[in-house]
């Protein structure tokens, strides 16, 4: 009997466990893998970037042509209506469980609305750990942008901007989760990174060939201001974020340019109390290479001018920030977390509240040389 | 008659509380307590010692008794009779609670086209077949599946390292001190619930320590601390107050190199193990009320209690909704009971017991 009912109760597993009914036939479905935001005259456009499932894995055999790739656009009051629209004209059915990017338009960004936040997170299949880009381009000619060598567009800064980011670091793409979390943070400064193409740089025979880099950021205070820097303004940036792996800095002394790769720098941000207003001391410590050495010049002389062209940077980007009422450095998080208290009896709610243009108390870098690349520490003859 | 070993007992505890404190009840603590929560959660280490005194105690006291002969022989038919039909109604509400809130979390999260019905059905033949099987077999299951979950647990906390900013846990106190203080009824709640023990202590071959106790009450508050601080440090308190399935958005973020992804399946086994011992040691602790009767009524009354598991998930009553209740009313009334029950406990401790007195008076007369 108790035999019976085993068999019977591994029978029911066998035919229930493998879920018949969400089975899903991979060959059935166009998959979405990226999708853009637009606002414009009260309605949402979303751009949908469809890539053929074939061009997906690499393979041995090149690509002889350019994978197809697909963008629809619609129109919609909400994001989920301009979905559904594209969904009824698709010729198999959308999967959205492998979205991975999300491309947002200037205007939706000056929208502040939660519709986006919403979206992707009530909805069950969309991934948090998409990454997220802002942009002033057009998406209909981000989202046609191959690959080099004929790949699919799933193998561009657009997908993988790490890749970028770990040899020349200076703005860090970040992900969703992240973007939201650290923008709903009160006091907190979100840095959103915008994407660009250029043809200029790259040729294939006489075309030219376009490809996608991070041109920039949008510098986010919820509610606040959410201005666009160049990546050259955000420069100082790079010496307070943790991230950062291998970042360029020249300097030029007696006429000559000295070149070295930093990375990992230690950042540390301390409001100090003065005249009744908080100023911040920050101290950073950075260590790096010289690439490049084209003058005899003493070790400590350079180190303390990269010292002082580091802090110049920093400096730089945070008038810059001032400008514009926000706060690249996310001093004001720090603030916040430090001395919350004071900022709660102060009532402080914009970048400009609590900073002007003497925020900035002191500035200590300590930099350290840990070679010379391979050579050794003076010019070549 | 088989026993089971103190290490059996840890793993009964982990799996079962375990899916209350790292899975159930973070979505409650965020709610009420939002960032301040992890902080007061730690502040329920300060009372193990307390806890762990009182258990000890009720545990010595009971001494290999089952729980329904220690009544009796200490307050009597009536009160004890009394007792049972509440604990009796509390298993139930267990049982019933945890199984809706893991069919609800399958529908909404990934399967989203599979009847209900098909998920409820074989789970509760499951339990039902377990519970039968007695709590020796629920101890070696637990043995089996722990390992497993606490593997994976690790590997979706280290997993999720880059992930993970712990600045967004300061500062605290926000919104006055007090502010969190009532997720002390959900951090709690897990603690209490290791009264439970108190039931099927002659079942153990060996004596629980003190030891053990200690390390299972530091593990459970280890268990809460984890997921919580991490939803915080992952979404900040903003998005992770308002999380249905705070613990499970953890997985479907998991991502590792450039093409490991979607790893949420995972969060499957954990979570139905842990409801698979959970469910099968409160139905068994049903059946165990009712010792004295035949083979027939226990699994008829098994039977009954699978069917209210699935009316329960089958009845559309909206997963929002039964948030709020659980919430509201459910897990702090819960919580409150087990106090109330564990005092009564405590108090049954210091009254002579009626066989006792018998035998120290015959004692005297010899």
Known sequence: ?381 | MKKISSIQTLSIFFLSIGLLNHVILIPFLLSTGGRDAWFFSILTIGLIPIWVYILSRIIKNMDNQSLTDWLENRFGKHIKNIALFFIVIYLISLVLATTKETIDWITTSFLFETPSLAIIIPFTLLCIFLAHSGMRSIAICSSVLLPIVVILGIFVATGNIPTKDYSHLLPLFENGYFHGIKTLQYSGYGLTELILIAFFQEKLSDKLKIKVLVFLCLGLVFLLLGPLTAALAEFGPSLAEVMRYPAYEQWRLLTIGKYIEHTDFFSIYQWLAGAYIRVSMALFLIMEVFKGKTNNVKLGILFAVGFLMVVISIVPFSNFKFLHISQKFYYPGAFYFLLLLSAFLFIGTFIRSKEGKRHANETIQK
């Open chain 1, 1 to 381: 009997m108790f035999r019976i009912c085993k068999i019977w109760l591994t029978l029911h597993l066998l035919l229930f466990l493998s879920g018949c009914w969400d089975e899903k036939t991979i060959q059935d479905f166009h998959y979405i893998t990226a999708i853009g935001i637009d606002f414009k005259d009260g309605e949402y456009i979303v751009y949908t970037q469809l890539v053929d499932f074939a061009a997906v894995a690499k393979t041995e055999a090149k690509p002889t042509q350019a994978p197809p790739v697909y963008v629809g656009k619609q129109k919609g009051r909400s994001i989920s209506i301009a979905i559904n629209k594209l969904m009824r004209n698709t010729q198999q059915s959308l999967y959205l469980g492998h979205v991975s990017t999300f491309v947002i338009s200037e205007n939706v960004l000056n929208r502040q609305s939660t519709e986006i936040v919403d979206y992707i997170y009530r909805n069950q299949l969309l991934r948090y750990s998409s990454n997220i880009f802002a942009t002033k381009n057009s998406m209909d000619e981000l989202f046609s942008i191959n690959g080099f060598f004929n790949l699919s567009p799933l193998y561009t800064t657009l997908y993988f901007p790490d890749d970028v980011y770990r040899i020349i670091s200076f703005i860090q793409p970040i992900t969703v989760q992240r973007y939201y979390s650290d923008q709903r943070e009160k006091a907190s400064t979100t840095i959103l990174p915008s994407i660009s193409w250029n043809d200029k740089v790259w040729k294939e025979k006489d075309k030219k060939r376009k490809s996608l880099y991070m041109d920039g950021a949008f510098i986010i205070y919820y509610k606040v201001s959410q201005p666009w820097f160049s990546e050259k303004e955000l420069s100082g940036l790079r010496w307070l974020t943790k991230r950062t792996n291998k970042t360029p800095v020249n300097i030029t002394m007696n006429k000559q340019d000295i070149y070295a790769s930093f990375s990992h720098p230690a950042h540390k941000v301390k409001p100090v109390l003065k005249d009744g207003k908080y100023k911040f001391d920050i101290e950073i410590d950075v260590s790096g290479k010289i690439l490049g050495l084209d003058t005899q010049i003493d070790i400590d002389k350079i180190k303390r001018k990269f010292e002082s062209q580091i802090k110049k940077e920093i400096l730089s980007t945070f008038k810059t920030g001032l400008q514009k009422n926000a706060d690249p450095l996310n001093l004001g998080k720090t603030l916040y977390i430090k001395e919350l208290k004071y900022w709660q009896k102060n009532h402080l709610k914009e970048p400009k509240d609590y900073l002007d243009k003497d925020s900035i108390h002191d500035i200590n870098v300590k930099v350290h040389i840990l070679n010379t690349g391979g050579l050794e520490a003076k010019p070549l003859e």
